[in-house]
């Protein structure tokens, strides 16, 4: 029997310090529900940078699409989704987004996770931001295996200043619905920083006590969200 999503393509969007294969477990189910399912691998070098391969990306994607990201690739898909027939949600995971003219740095600093053990960030040489050491399993995500975190940190990607300095385009979030999961234990993005960018875009928001990472830690709610705005799509 035909899947009711046989035209749907989620597109998934990896944060910072990560990559496509951050999505797999959520990618696997998806799949098992019948969802069709691409990963952009974003080259974290600036935010136009990013931008511009999710839009290559699009281009080889037949029909509607669900653009979902997570942390710091909410602010990919809100640039990437604007003026895109093509794309009919925005899937919001633990997310950074920000409006016309905000940057993501801006968004970052807003608010402090309380108990505070996000890591302290510097520019190498090259102007691109590492985690230190032990920084995936204390605060990216500490409710996933030790084998998981290990992973994490052996194939970190880093990320760009300038990725968090390049102010937003007009947002994709005032054209389209979007969906929210903050992630209340969260020690990266502060959940009080998520509750007022998800409500400034009318989001439907969902609340999971879990870490920032729920790509890994906490899979089926990241399902549950992304298929609830499939169904809202087809």
Same mark, same amino acid.
């Given at each position: ?33 019948? !969802? *069709? ?6 080259? @974290?070098?600036?935010? $136009?940078?990013?931008? /511009? +391969?999710?839009?290559?990306? !699009? *281009? ?6 669900? @653009?979902?990201?997570? $942390?710091?690739?909410? /602010? +990919? ?12 949600? @925005? ?144």
């Amino acid at each position: 029997m035909a899947s009711k999503y046989q035209d749907l393509t989620a597109v998934l969007v990896h944060a910072a310090w990560s990559d496509a294969s951050s999505w797999n477990k959520v990618t696997a189910r998806l799949r098992e529900l019948g !969802l *069709r399912v691409r990963a952009a691998q974003i080259p @974290l070098t600036s935010l $136009s940078d990013d931008v /511009a +391969v999710v839009k290559r990306l !699009l *281009r080889q994607v037949e029909g509607p699409v669900l @653009l979902a990201a997570h $942390s710091y690739a909410g /602010a +990919v898909i809100t640039a990437a989704g604007t003026d895109n027939p093509q794309v009919k949600a @925005l899937v919001y995971i633990a997310a950074i987004v920000p409006d016309e003219g905000e940057t993501v740095g801006t968004l970052f600093q807003r608010a402090e996770p309380q108990p505070n053990t996000r890591p302290p960030l510097a520019p190498d040489a090259d102007g691109f931001l590492w985690l230190p050491p032990g920084a995936f399993a204390n605060a990216v995500a500490p409710n996933a295996a030790k084998e998981e975190t290990a992973l994490m940190e052996i194939n970190q990607h880093p990320i760009a200043l300038k990725c968090l300095g390049e102010p937003m385009t007009v947002p994709a979030w005032k054209q389209k619905p979007s969906w929210f999961l903050v992630t209340e234990k969260d020690q990266m993005i502060s959940p009080a920083t998520q509750h007022f960018m998800a409500e400034r875009i009318s989001a439907r928001v969902y609340s999971r006590d879990t870490d920032h990472s729920p790509l890994t830690s906490a899979p089926e709610s990241v399902v549950s969200v992304i298929v609830e705005a499939a169904d809202a799509a087809v």
